[in-house]
């Protein structure tokens, strides 16, 4: 039952690492199309870069806590509440950065599409 919660927690992870991951090279992609496109959507643009790159980069640091907290756990040494909390805060960095990005993807590309006739 353990192994499968953590295979189930470190493919969660994986996902959003490689959503996005594709989300920063997709909306890289696009950089070039920016030039016509009015100031708000540059920023809608730049939201949603930096949320998929702090999902990235909170994902690595959910996997470095994760492992950290297993070993700690392994030879009953450190405070279990301190790193419990370290990881369920960057899980939720994760977690909802993620959907920021997303969210924000989705406005920029729904009103890209309405103002770029």
Same mark, same amino acid.
Request: hydrophobic share 55%; glycine share 6%.
């Given at each position: 039952?353990?192994? #499968?919660?953590? !295979? #189930?927690? %470190?493919? @969660?992870?994986?996902?959003?690492?490689?959503? &996005? !991951?594709?989300?920063?090279?997709?909306?890289?992609?696009? @950089?070039?199309?920016?030039? &016509?496109?009015?100031?708000?959507?540059?920023?809608?643009?730049?939201?949603?870069?930096?949320?998929?790159? %702090?999902?990235?980069? &909170?994902?690595?640091?959910?996997?470095?806590?994760?492992?950290? #907290?297993?070993? !700690?756990?392994?030879?009953?040494?450190?405070?279990?509440?301190?790193?419990?909390?370290?990881?369920?805060?960057?899980?939720?960095?994760?977690?909802? !950065?993620? #959907?920021?990005g997303l969210a924000l993807s989705l406005v920029?590309?729904? %009103?890209?599409?309405?103002?770029?006739?």
């Amino acid at each position: 039952m353990l192994a #499968a919660y953590i !295979s #189930a927690r %470190v493919d @969660a992870n994986k996902a959003i690492f490689i959503f &996005s !991951s594709t989300g920063i090279g997709l909306l890289i992609a696009i @950089a070039t199309k920016l030039q &016509s496109l009015g100031t708000c959507i540059k920023f809608l643009y730049i939201g949603a870069l930096v949320a998929f790159f %702090v999902a990235v980069c &909170s994902t690595l640091l959910v996997h470095i806590r994760n492992a950290k #907290a297993i070993e !700690s756990y392994i030879r009953n040494e450190g405070n279990e509440k301190a790193m419990d909390f370290k990881l369920k805060t960057w899980k939720y960095i994760n977690y909802v !950065s993620f #959907a920021i990005g997303l969210a924000l993807s989705l406005v920029f590309t729904i %009103v890209g599409l309405f103002l770029n006739k």
